[in-house]
């Protein structure tokens, strides 16, 4: 239906989501990583269903619920821990 807004979000979110997991997960703080990786979730999943037709409110809600569960859950998943490695004396 809205294919540039669509377009749009996907490339956003993967723009924000990519330096985000593989470059600032070891220096950000971890809630900040993490927040960051949902929210570029629900960008990427708004942005999926906006380029299909005929979606309903059920693909809405499992798509950006289960996305911004499963972002970062994967990336923590693949890549390792969020935040910056505890300091040992």
């Known amino acids: 239906m809205h294919d540039g807004a669509g377009i749009a979000l996907i490339v956003a979110g993967t723009v ?5 997991a593989f470059l600032l997960r070891t220096r950000a703080p971890g809630p900040l990583v993490a927040t960051v990786l949902t929210l570029c979730g629900l960008a990427l999943g708004a942005g999926a269903l906006l380029v299909q037709d005929h979606v309903s409110t059920t693909n809405w809600v499992l798509t950006l619920v289960l996305l911004s569960f499963l972002v970062p859950a994967h990336a923590r998943i693949v890549l390792g821990p969020f935040g910056p490695p505890p300091v040992t004396a």
Request: net charge neutral.
């Open 16 to 20: 924000v989501a990519v330096p985000t």
